[in-house]
């Protein structure tokens, strides 16, 4: 069963490196072929044919749903609403527009559109729009960031310009878009945009200053919500109520451990929901499931068999999620991880443990990000023996519970304010740090003159 799974992984993977699609003819014959060779020894096989037959369908309709090549640089009256969280720039608000609809026109499901001097835009709301469309395309420079395969990844079907518009209906139901209002509000010391986007996963409140920092640190991961954040969430959860049973505490009548992983993914999934379940988020979350279902009744097929079921899983629930970076990062430092801990008989100094792990996912990565062409941040295994229990035990938690608690007045906006006191000396720390290296000093490798722009919300 095993060796069925990696074959449909490796199907399922092999888009990410085809250079054009195959004919729709051979994606119809490849199931029957695998339906006749599934009997037999040859099944890994059929489930390679089975894998790689749903990725390339999936990317299929994902490009049949992109603007029509006649339609490029013509301006039309779109009417849709808008979905996630606009981002608001220097006299531009950038947003996604879902149902959309013309006249006499078949138009993408979903479109990419900039508003340059226009009103505020939030989401949930109803808008008719004079829009410039043009394909989903990025620019072809070497070593540089794909916007097309992101956009296609996010099945964005054509991005455009607004030239006027209309509201037709307020939001409704919109109530991260609320939420994020409420965040940006918060007297947090100067740091409302980075606690918008530990909680929301929304970066647009960051600077660019603030996104260089990040990068040349390696800590993107730390601030955007990523599944780091959601597995923490998830295993204070798990400890609290594994706490409370050894302690006597927990009602005996109810087994600890199916409440504890039960209650842990339940955590995982709200926090999921304040990041609008975006792709790496549902990612975050099949494995963190997986993982819990593997402490509950799976400890004795080993470590890796929940990472090899998670890597099915996603891809699988949406196969172009192999075409974004974070794909491969996030599963590639699980695997370090394990490779790393798995085999040990005895444990580590817990001080051991910790270097050894930041080290190792450092070394691991490298070569991955090479690959990518993404920056290596040689300072980031230094700054992430820090920045890691800083951001998870002083900041996270209670801008968490901070926002649970803004009902209450005074007593939200205080805890809200102080992961942003915490965040705010950090990242002054760093600044000032940087400020005091020489101008050649190498705190990233860059291989190309491309540059890694600030990711999508939650790319890790």
């Known amino acids: 069963m095993r060796t069925g799974m990696i074959a449909l992984a490796l199907g399922l993977l092999t888009l990410r490196f085809l250079p054009a699609l195959p004919p729709v003819w051979s994606l119809i014959l490849m199931p029957i072929v695998g339906l006749m060779v599934l009997p037999f020894r040859a099944y890994p096989l059929a489930f390679f044919l089975f894998g790689f037959t749903w990725a390339c369908t999936q990317a299929q309709w994902a490009l049949n749903d992109r603007l029509p090549i006649q339609l490029e640089g013509e301006t039309r009256w779109v009417e849709g609403t808008v979905t996630g969280l606009p981002q608001n720039g220097e006299g531009v608000v950038r947003f996604e527009l879902s149902d959309s609809h013309s006249r006499r026109t078949k138009l993408p499901q979903r479109m990419r559109l900039a508003w340059y001097d226009g009103p505020a835009v939030n989401s949930g709301e109803r808008w008719r729009l004079a829009v410039k469309l043009k394909r989903p395309i990025g620019l072809l420079n070497p070593h540089a960031f794909d916007y097309d395969a992101w956009l296609l990844a996010q099945r964005i079907g054509a991005t455009g310009t607004v030239k006027a518009g209309e509201i037709l209906a307020d939001a409704r139901g919109a109530w991260r878009d609320s939420l994020r209002q409420r965040l940006l509000n918060v007297d947090a010391q100067g740091r409302s945009g980075a606690l918008a986007a530990l909680v929301l996963g929304d970066g647009s409140g960051l600077s660019r200053e603030d996104w260089q920092v990040l990068q040349d640190t390696g800590t993107v991961h730390l601030l955007v919500i990523s599944g780091q954040h959601i597995g923490l969430l998830a295993g204070v959860m798990y400890l609290l109520i594994a706490g409370l049973a050894r302690y006597g505490l927990w009602p005996r009548r109810l087994p600890w451990l199916p409440w504890a992983c039960g209650l842990a993914f339940a955590a995982a999934l709200g926090y999921g929901l304040l990041a609008g379940f975006d792709v790496p988020v549902r990612r975050a979350c099949v494995m963190i499931g997986l993982v819990l279902l593997w402490r509950l009744r799976l400890r004795h097929l ?127 720390a760093w600044r000032k740090r940087r400020g005091r290296c020489p101008p050649g000093t190498l705190w990233r490798l860059r291989f190309g003159p491309g540059r890694w722009p600030p990711p999508a919300p939650c790319c890790c």
């Open 302 to 428: 080993g470590a890796w068999w929940p990472l090899l079921l998670a890597l099915n899983g996603v891809l699988l629930m949406d196969p172009l999620t192999s075409l974004q970076p974070g794909f491969w990062l996030s599963f590639a430092a699980v695997g370090v991880l394990i490779f790393t801990f798995g085999g040990r008989l005895g444990s580590l100094p817990w001080w051991q443990t910790w270097t050894r792990a930041q080290w190792m996912i450092a070394i691991g990565l490298s070569p991955l990000l090479l690959i990518l062409g993404l920056p290596i941040s040689l300072s980031g295994p230094l700054v992430n023996l820090l920045a890691v229990p800083w951001i998870s035990l002083l900041v996270l938690p209670p801008a968490l519970l901070g926002t649970l608690l803004l009902p209450m007045p005074y007593v939200g906006e205080g805890c809200c304010g102080s992961p942003g006191g915490c965040s705010t000396g950090c990242s002054r």
